[in-house]
């Protein structure tokens, strides 16, 4: 097994982090104070089931086979929730990478 990058995953990547980074942007307008970082975190906590985190489970849950919409909907209420922590878009790929390499997204209908 090949230890160099799958071709198509490499070309996604650059894709994803605009992404982010539009919905970084989008969030971090709204981002004002304790109020508003709470009302962010009891949203992202609706999307999680119990007892599981943001990290590694809760990431998984948004991959395939789910739909585009709704890998956004949770990766804007991580970025929501981390900008009040000063998390910025890099560190965020950076601990889920393992996830960020295996996206894979349904066809929305």
Do not use: W
Request: charged share 20%.
């Amino acid at each position: 097994m090949s230890d160099r990058p799958d071709p198509a995953l490499a070309a996604a990547q650059p894709q994803l982090m605009d992404l982010l980074h539009d919905h970084r942007s989008n969030a971090q307008s709204r981002v004002h104070n304790a109020a508003t970082f709470l009302l962010a975190k009891s949203r992202l906590d609706t999307m999680l089931p119990p007892n599981k985190s943001i990290g590694h489970f809760g990431i998984a849950l948004y991959l395939h086979p789910h739909r585009l919409e709704e890998f956004i909907d949770f990766l804007e209420g991580c970025i929501f929730v981390f900008l009040h922590c000063g998390m910025c878009v890099e560190v965020f790929v950076r601990l889920f990478q393992h996830f960020v390499d295996r996206l894979r997204f349904c066809e929305d209908n």
